[in-house]
């Protein structure tokens, strides 16, 4: 009886060294990242000055106003491989308040690799736009509680608000730019690696730009306010918004 279990033993023993080490399987180890963080800060300027509020700032058109409060809503986040494909990072969503000094946040499950391009809206896609604003925790960008966007649930967020005053006459403009069909897309170009090292990015947005390139926008006769997303000051806006956004730099 002993005689055969050796010999069985033997076999196994036989067996187990002839295997191809190919044929082992690899177990990944659960604890490796594999993943990064990106965090992202938004630089606003006005022309070649940094952006002011409550300081006397000259238009495209001449007329002289104070900005008083900058905020928007930025979506649908990816980063363009270096074969060129989106590698997207789905529901992740920043509120940017210029005036309250909130320009930054982190993008997060950034898989480890060399990125040429990164890629984001100003707004929300209709499902999201249109979604129930209660389903967010206090902190999410998109909860009502958070910032003052939402305007209901037929008519969505407010993708972008630009406030402030004419001089000297103080009267107020309110643009407050709407509507799924006015959602901006940009991809700018970079050159940015992401491993276990989080990463620091800035965006420049010049806010300049809303108001002139292709068209001056002038207060007194283009209106002081938008009431609809079809408005002509909407449409007029919206359509200057294409080059807001002059470039990112990443922080080595």
């Known amino acids: ?26 177990i990944p180890d659960p604890t490796e990242q594999t993943t990064g963080n990106l965090t992202i800060t938004m630089n606003h300027v006005y022309g070649s000055s940094d952006m002011h509020y409550n300081q006397t700032v000259n238009l495209p058109s001449t007329e002289q106003v104070e900005f008083k409060r900058l905020y928007y809503l930025l979506s649908d986040f990816y980063l363009r491989n270096e074969a060129g494909t989106k590698v997207v990072l789905p529901k992740q969503y920043a509120l940017i308040e210029d005036h309250n000094d909130k ?73 407050h730019l709407a509507g799924v069909q006015h959602k901006l897309d940009y991809e700018l170009k ?27 926008y002038t207060i007194a006769e283009d209106g002081t306010s938008s009431h609809s997303t079809t408005s002509p000051v909407v449409i007029k806006l919206i359509n200057n918004m294409g080059n807001i956004m002059t470039g990112i730099t990443v922080k080595k």
């Not at 055969?4 to 399987?25: E, H, M, N, T, W």
């Not at 990015?201 to 390139?213: G, L, P």
């Open 1 to 26: 009886m002993k005689n055969l279990l050796y010999l069985l033993l033997g076999l196994l023993l036989i067996a187990v060294s002839s295997c191809d080490d190919d044929d082992i399987p690899v």
């Open 103 to 175: 320009v930054s946040f982190t993008l997060t499950d950034i898989p480890f690799g060399t990125y040429s391009a990164i890629g984001f809206s100003i707004g929300l896609d209709s499902v999201t736009n249109h979604g129930n604003p209660n389903q967010y925790e206090t902190s999410h960008p998109l909860s009502p509680i958070n910032n003052s966007l939402h305007w209901n649930w037929e008519g969505g967020y407010i993708f972008t608000a630009i406030e402030g005053k004419v001089i000297p006459s103080n009267e107020t403009f309110v643009f």
């Open 190 to 216: 970079v050159q940015l690696t992401c491993s276990t090292t989080p990463q620091y990015a800035t965006i420049t947005y010049d806010v300049k730009e809303v108001f002139q390139n292709p068209e001056i």
